[in-house]
Structure formats: structure tokens, C-alpha cells
């Protein structure tokens, strides 16, 4: 509690954030003061040229949906839900697109798809260099930022995943998994589907095809790639 006492400023990511730590301080005048000098500020988005600094050679699979998962692949977050809900899909659907998780380890990924039967449709690869997947990010058609699930060991969500940020920035369209009630399912407007529901992973990723397959909008997007692809949709 030494940092609620002397700070001047304290920045929380989101107001749940906040409201969880302080249920550990029993002091109100405490509590009072960190209420009086703390500020809700989101992790930083990365400046417009972060994501042109170095160019990523890595391939991407022409005329498919390119669905990017950048970050740790393990039970808390919703990355399962990606093959989940692709397994879900029809044979034609999966055609249509390709999975490309970087994480710290692949293998687990490649024996979940592979269990799942949709190994063909994911490439599963070890963590990009920072700007390298900055620029990686903005490429893809579709990036997917997961909670973490919390339900049964926390009152409230208290996290907001800080790759929201960089995916604002890239200028890609979102898939948010979220756990309902959470900070990211209040303030992520686009498509969203629940934490651990396989049915409505599928429906996310039918919705996302469905949508690339729509007419392209008349304004571009602010980081638009120059392959032949699928529009991008927000």
C-alpha cells in the first residue's frame, strides 16, 4: 500500500481494475485518496509509423481470410476458442480461411488443431520481434484479443488485454472473445463472441465471412495491405 499512500498520481487501465485492488485496502481514507489521485488510462497505442518501421516478410495465404492470434496460448485466455469455433464451421467455410497463431509454443497449438481437425487451416509459429508483428498485425484481415477467464476466482474482470491497444492501431479489424460484463466486452463495438461458448465462436467467424464476402467500403482502411483480399469490415 506504500504506492497508494505517497504517489501522486496512480494510473489504473480501466475503472474495474481499480475497484479490484482497492477491495484488498480496508483503510477508506486510503481508498479515498487513491480515488483523488488516480486516472483510467488504457495501455498506449503505438504511433501510426511503429507499424511501417520494419516490414514482415512472412507470407500470408492470397485470396483467404488471414485471422492473426498473437500471445500466450493457455487455459485462462480464450485462444481455444479460435480452433473451437473453427472446428465448428462447415468444410467449405474453413476453406476460406487461415489461422496464424504466434505464441511461445507452437507445438501446443499445431497438437490442439490437430485434435480438433483443423490443422490444415492454422499455422502456428514462436513470438514475432515487437515491430515485426506490429506490421504483421496491420497485414492480417482479422486480429483476436481474448479475456482472461476470471469467473469463479474473481468478483469482477479486472483485466483489459493490453494487445487491444496495438490492435487499435494497426488498423485491422477485431475479434474480441470476451467474458460477458468484462472491460474489453464494454468497450470493444465490434465483433465480439463469449469466453468459452464454441457455438458462438463459430457464429463470430461465419459473421466474419460473411462480411468479407460483402461489397468493400467506399473510405479505405487507415492501413490497408495491396494484396488481393477479402475487405476488411469493422
Not at 483443423?118 to 515485426?132: F, I, M, Q, T
Amino acid at each position: 500500500h506504500l504506492a497508494y499512500a505517497l504517489a501522486d498520481r496512480i494510473v489504473f487501465t480501466n475503472a474495474r481494475q481499480r475497484d479490484y485492488m482497492l477491495h484488498y485496502t480496508a483503510s477508506p481514507e486510503l481508498r479515498s485518496r487513491v480515488h483523488e489521485r488516480s486516472v483510467i488510462e488504457p495501455q498506449p497505442m503505438p504511433p501510426g509509423h511503429a507499424y511501417e518501421l520494419v516490414q514482415s516478410s512472412y507470407p500470408l495465404e492470397p485470396g483467404l481470410m488471414n485471422i492473426g492470434y498473437f500471445g500466450a496460448f493457455y487455459a485462462v485466455r480464450g485462444a481455444s476458442d479460435i480452433l473451437e469455433g473453427l472446428a465448428g464451421l462447415t468444410a467449405e467455410d474453413r476453406r476460406r480461411l487461415c489461422v496464424h497463431v504466434f505464441t511461445r509454443d507452437p507445438s501446443e497449438v499445431k497438437a490442439a488443431a490437430t485434435r480438433l481437425g483443423v490443422a490444415s487451416n492454422v499455422r502456428s509459429h514462436p513470438y514475432l520481434p515487437y515491430l515485426e508483428f506490429l506490421n504483421l498485425a496491420s497485414r492480417m484481415d482479422l486480429l483476436v484479443v481474448a479475456d482472461a477467464h476470471t469467473s469463479g476466482t474473481h468478483g469482477i474482470n479486472p483485466y483489459l488485454p493490453s494487445k487491444l491497444s496495438e490492435y487499435l492501431g494497426s488498423g485491422t479489424a477485431i475479434w474480441a472473445i470476451v467474458e460477458p460484463g468484462s472491460t474489453l466486452d464494454e468497450v470493444h463495438e465490434g465483433l465480439k463472441s463469449v469466453l468459452g461458448d464454441r457455438a458462438s465462436a463459430t457464429a463470430a467467424l461465419e459473421e466474419a465471412l460473411a462480411r468479407s464476402a460483402a461489397p468493400p467500403p467506399t473510405s479505405s482502411s487507415p492501413r490497408g495491405s495491396e494484396r488481393t483480399l477479402p475487405p476488411r469490415f469493422g
